[in-house]
């Protein structure tokens, strides 16, 4: 690991001052970091991968970690909520079910009580070649996308190049799925924008996931009360049940009407695609129907009909579409 | 023949190299009687349920390792590891690593010019702090030429591969020659001809790794002068002193060699290795203690693998379930190193066999021992080549098999296991009763190992005047339980509670010990802890006798008691008959108390989800037999030990190349996958007690051999197709499903 | 050998040269002031020091601090990148032997601690982040002498073989057995996904769980 400062952030505007580089072309590896859980980033810095020389603590700030009502049912998650808070808290598991089990699903309860919403939303990619200190592959700044020719089994079958990474987050897909926000604070201001938004495919950024700009932090995530939110579901499938990452997962929100037949969905896809993956069209091919057998197995079919599999990972495909079919029947049954 | 000395005789050993059996070899052993163990059921510890000696220790944290030791003045080791799977030095530059604050020194290895494979160590670094040890090996600047590589045995074998071997290539790629070949290939095949049914099939396992908790790792406590202690986490503690003393350049009886504990080894830590070098080499060179432990992506590049095999049979039985003829090609793939994959057909019989065993050499980091060796490879290929077989002659597997097992151990244990497992093979694979995805399967394999004691461990038994009693040796316990039953032995021949004594093991200064390989070490060592406790009771009793005025030979020790004549002395008050120094007593490895062939049957349940391709083990049972057992709890942890990574082999790990780049993808716990709490299924350890050797046999490897092989065969049952290809993992099976959907 | 050596009763750390080597000479001295030469320590004492200055500014190179260890203040000091693990381990005066550094990835376990009453990975969590925070690690159960019913349940199901994975596994068990006095076979295996063993004791590590579950319960 090398050697780094390390600063207390008492406030968020001390942070984003801590946290934005003197010279705005720094290599994006080697900005100051920030550290809300250290699970992700303590691993990036200890394999060179993200040569940090600054880490700011953002736990020092108080507050940031609250869950609280919106006051319209809806939910303010402070950035720093620990997933265990999420997953616990009784609110989110009556109320936003599929997040709960989101918050679950993930890593390990050694994990769960230290890494925070924030830092999950913002976790670097789980692709073997980014997380070899020694290839320097495109996400790093090379010119090569070694899974694409290489050991691909688990990265992109969907929205994939020039890099194939899959996005680790659970919990982004499920908060797309329940129409979620987050704010943004940096040195230009707060911005509140749709966590869709917030992630951004490799032919637009390839060496971030997501909007943020250097200085910028995740300050609070917005969940509203919908009427989706109650029937929302998260289906994670892991190679290793005990620890690992999504192979492949579905996010599903559901509105039923009184006839049985499916009101609204929102349907998203992750461990596929380089960012959380709606599949709207699978949205509209559920919307209106009795989610029979026959509706499930096309809608799964419409879900992965953009993929294009590299040479091991075409196995998602099939699986993706049980996931699809059964996170769906698992809310309607 | 050897001519022997009176009262001496010679007698064939198992020999062991590294931890992989080779051979036997003769030594001379006393001609004498040997204490016997007595009845296997009437012992009053040994071969019962007793807590682990450790346990208090290890339960607290307050167990030592190697990783734990810190002497004062000590010095932080990092290694300088290669990034290629094959390059030449060009230079090195150590003035940025020399610039970090606290470094105390850089060597680049001498007369290191070209490296084989990526995580090769090429440097050593030591600094004031583990940081700045880590920093500055990170700044030594290396330059490369890389040179052609091959990382994978499709690549070794296409024609005209690079060599991965000074010595390999020679116009077949990868292959290293003089492959070792068995029996008449024209004749099996003239066989296969007549059989009722065939098989030809390829069974690839891959490189796995051990993935001891506690990696590679040495303390080198030498400050100059004339003497030092060298803590490592090793399996073979003998060795240290001698090994230390070639790199310190200090008699070897001035150097104290110390295992206390071991966080695992599996087959990869014998001697004090590279990373005992270096520790000494820079302890010396600087005068200071030095810590040097490996990181964990230095463990997996660089600290020993378990080989893979590619193995392609062409096999025949006749219809009335006799195994006939089996033709096999075996590539055994270690690395840069070389291996050995046990001989098909295994454990059982056939009439006509031939087997050619080839190596097929990469650019990775050599194959040593690994929990016994070239077995679990060879029994997941042959067990299923079994079960191919049987289906085809619609036979049960399990009878098919006890019509071709050599030894009816494995008989009694096919049927104990197939009881316990609940033997109720899928009728329809592929299908489940009630339609569902989840479908169950069935299978089972055996194996066998050599193991068996060796002669040359001497034990020490000293018995205080205050009556406190030590036995010493200088083995170590690697996890197996070697302090509990080297306690155990004593306390029990000397009428003792397990509690009064005390075994002080892992220091090389003591009585000679065994290097733990092969199984071999309860089998070696318990002889000699008896032998030692017999002549410290024979002791005893001649001292004590006049005191009850009992004849020697009539004088009992029981219930904390030496009795006699109607009378009954308390251990203490006996004990304070002794001079002020005490008793110590030595006994010595005896053939009769040791034996060796361990049998085992592993049986799985598997629940295999058709549309995900997840596979649930739900339970797993293994016989093992192992002669007279040491510690009946201990021996059903091993066993469960082995039943579980055996399920790591069969469906979790293995080790995953870029054959563009040459280098390792998953060198990470988070992407070598161990099984973990949730993939544990309901484990059944039985030990064979229809056994009736009363002798000693190790029994740490058989457990871990036929597990993988009985869950392929399970997947096999449950699904409907079958996985020739170790780990089975969920796109593998949805592969091999959609594949059979679209035939 | 003429002389008997003592190795330690079952390989407790009788050896004193084992638990005690002053560092604090290098680190308070010449590195810190080096570093303080060299412009790289603007730090101030985090938190739990002597608050002074500016609590936003960055800290480098070796820097003092204190952590409250099993119920004790311990004086150390470390660097920004030393994470909690190595502190325990390499950098207390008395260092700890309990947390075990495995995979240094937060992926095994072994350095499980209980950190304000809640479990975390020790290498994952850096030492100054720890500041002012309850630590408590296996040491802070019981002793051999006196273990808690957890470790005694250990002992008495096996639930370890070599033990490099025991302490992470004990720790975990116990603080989950506070709040979870009567779990199931399934809320144990749930609840330890995140410890690795390799040696293949986990059937015995529940039956110790359950076990010690049932003897705090009489």
Redesign the interface.
């Known amino acids: 690991m090398n050697a780094f400062e390390f600063a207390n952030a008492p406030t968020v505007e001390a942070a984003v001052k801590l946290l934005t580089p003197s010279d705005p072309k720094t290599d994006p590896d080697e900005l100051p970091r920030a550290l809300a859980g250290g699970q992700d980033l303590l691993t990036t810095i200890k394999a060179y991968i993200t040569p940090a020389p600054r880490v700011v603590n953002l736990k020092t700030i108080q507050g940031l970690d609250k869950i609280a009502d919106d006051g319209r049912g809806g939910l303010k998650i402070g950035a720093l909520a620990t997933i265990t808070a999420i997953e616990e808290s009784e609110t989110i598991r009556k109320n936003f079910p599929g997040l709960a089990q989101a918050a679950h699903s993930i890593a390990t309860p050694q994990i769960r009580n230290i890494g925070t919403i924030g830092g999950n939303l913002c976790q670097r990619p789980r692709c073997w070649y980014f997380r070899l200190e020694t290839v320097k592959c495109l996400k790093k700044g090379g010119t090569e996308c070694y899974a694409s020719i290489g050991q691909n089994k688990y990265n992109a079958i969907i929205a994939g190049g020039p890099s194939y990474i899959v996005h680790p987050s659970d919990l982004a897909p499920m908060l797309i799925a329940l129409n979620a926000t987050l704010t943004i604070t940096g040195p230009e201001g707060s911005r509140t924008i749709p966590v869709q938004e917030f992630f951004a495919l490799p032919k637009v950024s390839v060496r971030h996931e997501n909007v943020l700009k250097p200085g910028e932090i995740v300050t609070e995530v917005q969940v509203p009360a919908t009427a989706l939110a109650a029937k929302s579901t998260y289906l994670k499938f892991k190679e290793r049940e005990s620890l690992d990452f999504a192979m492949s997962a579905v996010a599903a929100a559901l509105e039923m009407a009184a006839d049985g037949t499916v009101k609204d969905a929102r349907l998203v896809l992750a461990g596929v695609a380089p960012i959380p993956w709606r599949v709207p069209d699978a949205e509209k091919a559920l919307i209106g129907k009795k989610p029979d057998a026959a509706t499930l197995l096309n809608v799964a079919q419409i879900a992965l009909q953009d993929a294009d599999p590299l040479e091991h990972n075409a196995y998602k495909v099939p699986l993706t579409q049980t996931l699809m079919r059964r996170a769906i029947a698992s809310l309607t049954a | 023949m050897p001519t022997t000395q009176p009262g001496k005789k010679t007698i064939l050993v198992p020999k062991i190299v590294n931890g992989v059996p080779s051979g036997e070899e003769e030594i001379v052993v006393d001609d004498t009687d040997a204490p016997a163990w007595g009845p296997k059921d009437k012992h009053r510890l040994i071969n019962t349920y007793l807590p682990r000696a450790d346990g208090p220790h290890k339960a607290t944290g307050t167990a030592v390792y190697t990783h734990d030791v810190k002497v004062p003045n000590m010095a932080y080791a990092c290694f300088v590891t290669s990034p290629h799977a094959h390059a030449r030095i060009k230079s090195v530059n150590k003035a940025a690593a020399e610039e970090v604050p606290g470094v105390l020194a850089v060597v680049p290895f001498p007369n290191l010019e070209e490296v084989r494979f990526e995580g090769q160590p090429v440097a050593a670094v030591a600094a004031k702090t583990l940081e700045a040890a880590e920093e500055a090996a990170h700044a030594v600047a290396i330059e490369w030429e890389q040179l052609p590589f091959v990382v994978t045995a499709e690549d070794a074998m296409k024609p005209g591969a690079p060599a991965a071997v000074n010595g390999g290539g020679g116009g077949r790629g990868g292959f290293r020659g003089g492959g070792n070949r068995g029996g008449n290939p024209e004749q099996v095949l003239d066989a296969l001809k007549s059989c009722d049914v065939t098989v030809e099939a390829t069974y690839t396992s891959v490189i796995m790794h051990h993935c001891c908790l506690e990696t590679h790792s040495v303390v080198c406590d030498y400050s100059g002068g004339d003497s030092a202690t060298v803590y490592c986490s090793t399996q073979g503690c003998n060795s240290i002193a001698t090994d230390a003393a070639r790199e310190l350049g200090l008699p070897a009886s001035k150097i104290a060699g110390i295992v206390y504990n071991m966080g695992g080894g599996f087959g990869s830590k014998f001697g004090i290795g590279i990373v005992g070098q270096w520790a000494c080499r820079l302890s010396k060179k600087l005068s200071q203690p030095v810590k040097l432990v490996l990181t964990r992506r230095e463990e997996f590049l660089g600290a020993g693998n378990g080989p893979g095999a590619i193995q392609t049979f062409k096999a025949g039985a006749t219809k009335d379930g006799k195994l006939v003829a089996v033709h096999c090609i075996q590539h055994a793939l270690p690395g840069i190193g070389r291996s050995n994959i046990a001989a098909q057909p295994y454990q059982y019989h056939a009439e006509h066999t031939y087997r050619e065993q080839t190596t097929v050499n990469t650019n990775e980091d050599s194959s040593v021992a690994m929990r016994a060796p070239g077995h679990p490879q060879a029994c997941f290929a042959m067990e299923s080549l079994m079960d191919e077989l049987a289906e085809k002659l619609g036979m049960d597997p399990v009878e098919f098999r006890k019509k071709n097992v050599p030894d009816p151990a494995w008989v009694r244990q096919l049927d104990a296991g197939a009881k316990a497992i609940g033997w109720n093979r899928n009728k329809t694979p592929g299908k489940s009763a009630n339609g569902s995805s989840l479908v169950r399967g069935m299978g089972c394999g055996i194996g066998a190992w050599g193991g068996g004691g060796r002669g040359g461990c001497v034990a020490t038994v000293n018995i205080g005047q205050d009556g406190s009693v030590t036995v010493q040796n200088a083995s170590q316990d690697l996890g197996t339980g070697t302090r509990t039953y080297v306690r155990a032995i004593v306390a029990e021949e000397l009428g003792l509670d397990y509690n009064d004594v005390l075994e002080e093991i892992g220091d090389s200064r003591f009585t000679n010990g065994v290097a733990s390989g092969g199984s071999t070490t309860a089998a070696s060592l318990a002889p000699a802890v008896k032998d030692a406790a017999y002549n410290a009771r024979t002791e005893m009793a001649n001292r004590v006798a006049p005191h009850l005025g009992a004849d020697p030979s009539a004088v009992l020790f029981a219930d904390r008691q030496i009795a006699g004549n109607g009378k009954a002395l308390p251990w203490k008050q006996a004990c304070a008959f002794l001079p002020s120094g005490g008793l110590s007593v030595r006994g010595e490895w005896k053939p009769g108390l040791s034996g060796n062939g361990a049998h085992g049957a592993s049986f799985a349940e598997v629940e295999v989800d058709m549309e995900t391709g997840h596979v649930r083990v739900v339970k797993m049972a293994h016989v093992q037999d192992g002669g007279l057992i040491l510690n009946r709890m201990g021996a059903e942890s091993q066993i469960n030990g082995g039943m579980i990574q055996s399920l790591g082999m069969a469906l979790y790990e293995g080790r995953v190349m870029d054959s563009n780049l040459g280098v390792m993808v998953n060198p990470a716990f988070n992407d070598y996958k161990l099984p973990g709490c949730l993939e544990i299924p309901e484990l059944i350890p039985i030990i064979d007690d229809g056994d009736e050797r009363n002798q000693v046999i190790g029994l740490a490897e058989p457990a871990n051999i036929p597990g993988s092989g009985a869950i392929a065969n399970a997947v096999a049952n449950a699904i409907g197709v079958r996985i020739r290809e170790l780990p089975i993992t969920p796109d593998k099976i949805l592969n091999a499903l959609a594949q059979q959907k679209n035939v | ?1 003429s002389a008997t ?9 009788a050896d004193r ?7 604090r000479g ?1 680190l308070k001295g010449a ?1 810190v002031a ?2 303080a030469a060299e412009g790289l320590l603007h730090q101030q004492p ?2 739990s020091a002597a608050p002074a200055g500016d ?7 070796p820097t003092p601090i204190t952590l409250k260890v099993n119920g004790k203040d311990r004086e150390v000091t470390v ?5 909690l693990v ?1 502190a325990l ?2 950098h207390l005066d008395q ?16 350095c ?1 601690v209980i ?1 304000d009453g ?4 020790g ?4 030492a ?2 720890a500041i002012g925070r309850t630590i408590t ?3 802070g ?4 002498e006196k ?1 808690n019913a ?3 349940a ?3 199901k ?10 992470g596994f ?1 720790t ?1 068990i116990s603080n989950f057995l506070n709040k979870h006095p009567d779990p199931t076979l399934e809320e ?19 039956a110790a769980a359950l076990a010690a579950a049932k003897a705090n319960k009489t």
């Open positions: 050998m050596p003592s190795p330690p009763a079952n390989g407790s750390p040269k084992l638990s005690a080597v002053s560092r290098f590195a080096a570093a985090p938190a609590p936003a500014a960055p800290m480098s190179g660097e920004p990148r030393t994470t190595s381990r390499d260092p700890l032997t309990g947390p075990k550094l495995v995979c240094n990835a937060g992926t095994c376990g072994a499980t950190l809640k479990i975390v990975y290498c994952s969590v850096l100054m982040d690690t296996v040491e159960l019981g002793t051999p273990p957890v470790q005694k250990f002992v008495e096996d639930g370890m073989m070599c033990g490099y994975c025991t302490s004990v975990n144990v295996k749930e609840r330890c996904k995140g410890n690795f063993c390799r040696c293949g004791t986990y059937p015995h590590v529940f």
